[in-house]
């Protein structure tokens, strides 16, 4: 039935991957549009259940994750390429970054990078901490490291280079069940397959969608400093058409056209704002509190890697912790397959080492720059930042660049740089959905990229409607459990391919149980064997 649907409307898909996940986006629509209040309330009893029983989980899946990818990269597997032995990479380093960052946590430092530090300096989360104090300044610039630093980017990297060298080096189809074929064999092709990426599908559509919904968020606030205009649902639906149209657009062009030039022209504008806030602000004190964060963070990082809240009654964790980690791995299948896309020929050393330490060392620059900036000016009196931030954390980063001369013409930039972000992040998206619902022997159709980036703007809308900030927290909560599960199964999954592979042994020969006898491997076996699959169609 399903695939006479599909040519009926002349797609080009895997019918029960597509279907099935836009039948469940808009069953979420029509429920959340008529009853809003209740399934905003159901989210949020899910959402409390989740951080209360399991929150732990979260916490140190995330963290075992990290420690096992530095392993991966100083271990003898750390040379093996993503590819054949004599590839190489097929962007330049300054490309690959300037991709992977605006399609990764590009859109949640604007967000984010003057209101979370200005949150806990004004409310800190230790016991004893004096709000406004340098040790309270100290401990928030340490915590958003903490929360955008290398978990993030863990989060980001186990699917993209699980997915980069499944397809690479073994053949395999650039699809999140594709890293379960050392566990599942040949089943991947079928139901067991979709059903893992039906998940990676909806994780990926509410977690951009969630982003996209706190983008229109600070968009409409932005626009309030600059226009005064109105802070309304209407509005923020106006914005998600626009933002959902540019990127339609942008997903029509393809990768090389669309996505990579509006990425190197946000990393470009961003680098401006960033450079001004630098220079206008207090420079020496950004500096020296750069350098001291740095100390911070890598001295607090082995204990809070683990701190659960055990012995505090508190909501934080739930608030900050638990929906960054569940809002990250949303968006996992998305931006691991966006990564392994751009990371072909490079060695899982050199791909750990820059998809963990290069935007963990932007991340530090920009926290610094407008962390600390705006630290400084609740310090020093001059702004009533904190309250502003405390009613309304999507007006921080422009309430902040009042301070600062040029403000009118820095909050327009802001703005711009805002849009083009979350453009990249809903175009790049749209590219990676449509390769989760088709084989990767179908041509790409623009109208089934342009259906997902609706889909995405028509979910943000909704969840905007339907509570607002509240509402885009505890949905990305509950629904990022399914996919922090998965990521436990695919790091089991790729170590075990990585071992088989530094052995000798094809990836048959690893589904059958025949890839680790207790006699090693002779040195003249330990290369590459391409996999080819023997019984199933590859596609």
Known sequence: MLERLQRRLGLQTIPGVFFTSAGVAALFVALAVPFDEAVANSFGVLTGWVASNLGWFYIL??????????????????NIRLGADDSRPDYSNLTWFTMLFAAGI????????????????????????????????????????????????????????????????????MRISSLFYPILGDRVF?????????????????GVATSLGLGTLQLNSGLSYLFGTPSSGLVQVVLIAIITSIAATSVALGLDKGVRRLSQLNILLAMVLLVFVFVAGPTVFIAEGMVQSVGDYLDALPWLAFWTETYKETDWQRQWTLFYWAWTISWAPYVGIFIARISRGRTIREFVAGVLFAPTFFTLVWFGVFGLSAINV????????????????????????????????????????????????????SLVID????????????????????????IAATLLLAGGLDALQNVITSLGLPFCILLIFMAVALFRALRADYRGYSMNELVRGRAFPEVEASSENKQESEYVPETVDRH
């Open 378 to 429: 609740e310090m020093s009196g001059e702004l009533a930042l904190a309250e502003q931030v405390r009613q309304d954390p999507s007006v921080a980063i422009f309430a902040f660049l009042e301070a600062l001369p040029f403000s009118s013409v820095a909050s327009a930039l802001s703005v711009v740089i805002i849009v083009i972000f979350f453009t990249t992040s809903s175009d790049s998206a």
């Open 190 to 206: 079928g139901p067991w397959g979709w059903a893992v990426d039906v998940i990676a599908v909806l994780g990926t559509l509410f």
């Open 435 to 458: 390769m989760l619902t088709r084989r990767d022997d179908q041509p790409s159709l623009v109208r089934q990229r342009i259906f997902w980036a609706a889909a995405q703007g028509v």
């Open 106 to 173: 590009g859109t949640i430092l604007m967000f984010w990078g003057v209101a979370e530090p200005i949150s806990h300096f004004s409310s800190p989360p230790f016991d004893g901490v004096q709000p406004g104090s340098e040790q309270a300044a100290s401990d928030a610039m340490t915590i958003a490291l903490y929360h955008f630093g290398l978990h993030t980017w863990t989060i980001f990297a186990l699917p993209g280079l699980a997915i980069g060298y499944f397809a690479y080096r073994h053949n395999l189809p």
């Open 61 to 78: 899946a995330v963290s075992a994750l990290l420690v096992f990818l530095l392993a991966l990269a100083v271990s003898r597997y750390g």
